[in-house]
């Protein structure tokens, strides 16, 4: 079992910036990646960004964030960031945090942070 705790959502103005945070703990030797995913209100969760835990570390953006949100890692802190810059309204939506395991591919999911853009 691995538990995600994010941190870091709010209300912003468009083109402001938000640092997201997740934390993860319990089995976080089993973690293989993590991302960030969003809804937004009648939507479908969509990817946002992704990066990988191994000594290889690879990230991939959805083509809504890229040049404007980037995805880092701390593995001491087994914590992952979210950098998002030039922040437009269509950006407001919950953030959760994903992690998956191996083996089997497990997919664990935060509670969500809302984020908010809007003047």
């Known amino acids: 079992q691995v538990q995600l705790v994010e941190s870091g959502g709010g209300l912003v103005q468009p083109g402001g910036s938000l640092r997201l945070s997740c934390a993860a703990s319990g089995s976080i030797f089993r973690i293989y990646r993590m991302g960030w995913y969003r809804q937004a209100p009648g939507k479908q969760r969509e990817l946002v960004a992704t990066?990988?835990?191994?000594?290889?570390?690879?990230?991939n953006y959805a083509d809504s964030g890229k040049g404007r949100f980037t995805i880092s890692r701390d593995n001491a802190k087994n914590t992952v960031y979210l950098q998002m810059n030039s922040l437009k309204p269509e950006d407001t939506a919950v953030y959760y945090c994903?992690?998956?395991?191996?083996?089997?591919?497990?997919?664990?999911w935060g509670q969500g942070t809302q984020v908010t853009v809007s003047s």
């Open positions: 990066i990988t835990m191994t000594s290889v570390r690879s990230t």
């Open positions: 994903n992690t998956i395991t191996l083996p089997g591919g497990n997919n664990y």
